[in-house]
């Protein structure tokens, strides 16, 4: 059996005082106020279109009853209960029934009793929730395997139509000029014409390999819209167009002596 909430019994203590208060009184106003009191649910009832002419006459009925049986007998041969009707704040009617909790009266004078409020929801719990996951066989593998094969056919396919001779061999009396490194590492030689060794070979670049380790932890935002990531996005595009301009210069802007020429005018100097 649920219990009657707190706020409802309080209620209906202070119903009942307030029935005992007025049953002391003198019993004239007591009659004179029944009827009244009986007669004004009625009428907001018949106000109602919405409820049935049959529960209006059974309600009606109902009230006009108690209302007799408090006027000739506030109380039952039996010693037993006893009903008294009281005006409610709100302007509806508070019937207390053999000290139970009360009836309050609601639009068109019809009674209601609140047991509990539940809340809605399931009763079973449901542990298992759908993961956005997928196993790395064979969605992954397969992925992987493939783009190795196209990766494969596209250089055989490159090395059988470019015509790609080797050099002769190298001359250590003979140093070719200008002397380039690889693409990959022309950024820094470019960066040593134009700062000290121990800048330009392990500061600068220390430097930016510190600051994309620590991006992860500066940028902590989970979303993977580009948008949202407008940190991350801004630092390794500046990495790489610094890195990228660089390279650039070395491979076609140098000459003879490593030296700044523009290749429109005095040649490239550079060789796959």
């Given at each position: 059996?649920t219990?009657?909430?707190?706020?409802?019994?309080?209620?209906?203590?202070?119903?009942?005082?307030?029935?005992?208060?007025?049953?002391?009184?003198?019993a004239?106003?007591?009659?004179?106020?029944?009827?009244?009191?009986?007669?004004?649910?009625?009428?907001?009832?018949?106000?109602?279109?919405?409820?049935?002419?049959?529960l209006?006459?059974?309600?009606?009925?109902?009230?006009?009853?108690?209302?007799v049986?408090?006027?000739?007998?506030?109380?039952?041969?039996?010693?037993?209960?006893?009903?008294a009707?009281?005006?409610?704040?709100?302007?509806?009617?508070?019937v207390?029934a053999?000290?139970?909790?009360?009836?309050?009266?609601?639009?068109?004078?019809h009674t209601?009793?609140?047991?509990?409020?539940?809340?809605?929801?399931?009763?079973?719990?449901?542990?298992?929730?759908?993961?956005?996951k997928?196993?790395?066989?064979?969605?992954?593998?397969?992925?992987?395997f493939?783009?190795a094969?196209?990766?494969?056919?596209?250089?055989?396919?490159?090395s059988?139509v470019?015509?790609a001779?080797?050099?002769?061999?190298?001359?250590?009396?003979?140093?070719?000029?200008?002397?380039?490194?690889?693409?990959?590492?022309?950024?820094?030689?470019?960066?040593?014409?134009?700062?000290?060794?121990?800048?330009?070979?392990?500061?600068?670049?220390?430097?930016?390999?510190?600051?994309?380790?620590?991006?992860p932890?500066?940028?902590?935002?989970?979303?993977?819209?580009?948008?949202?990531?407008?940190?991350a996005?801004?630092?390794?595009?500046?990495?790489?167009?610094?890195?990228?301009?660089?390279?650039?210069?070395?491979?076609?802007?140098?000459?003879?002596?490593?030296?700044?020429?523009?290749p429109?005018?005095?040649?490239?100097?550079f060789?796959?």
């Amino acid at each position: 059996m649920t219990e009657v909430p707190e706020h409802l019994l309080k209620r209906a203590q202070a119903a009942k005082d307030k029935a005992a208060a007025k049953a002391a009184e003198s019993a004239a106003p007591a009659e004179a106020a029944a009827p009244a009191e009986a007669a004004a649910p009625a009428e907001a009832a018949a106000s109602d279109s919405r409820i049935p002419a049959h529960l209006l006459a059974r309600s009606q009925a109902a009230k006009s009853k108690q209302a007799v049986t408090a006027e000739a007998d506030p109380s039952s041969a039996a010693g037993g209960t006893a009903t008294a009707v009281v005006t409610a704040p709100a302007g509806g009617a508070v019937v207390v029934a053999g000290g139970g909790p009360p009836l309050a009266a609601g639009p068109g004078g019809h009674t209601q009793r609140l047991l509990t409020v539940v809340k809605s929801g399931s009763i079973q719990d449901v542990k298992a929730k759908p993961q956005d996951k997928v196993h790395v066989w064979p969605h992954l593998l397969v992925v992987e395997f493939v783009a190795a094969l196209v990766c494969t056919a596209f250089l055989f396919i490159f090395s059988w139509v470019v015509n790609a001779p080797l050099l002769e061999l190298a001359n250590f009396n003979q140093t070719p000029n200008p002397s380039k490194a690889p693409w990959y590492f022309l950024g820094l030689q470019e960066l040593l014409t134009m700062f000290h060794p121990m800048v330009a070979g392990v500061t600068i670049p220390g430097m930016g390999i510190f600051l994309l380790i620590l991006a992860p932890y500066m940028d902590k935002n989970p979303s993977k819209r580009p948008e949202d990531r407008k940190f991350a996005i801004a630092l390794m595009t500046v990495h790489l167009m610094f890195w990228g301009v660089l390279v650039t210069i070395g491979s076609f802007f140098r000459g003879p002596g490593f030296l700044f020429t523009l290749p429109w005018t005095g040649g490239v100097f550079f060789e796959l």
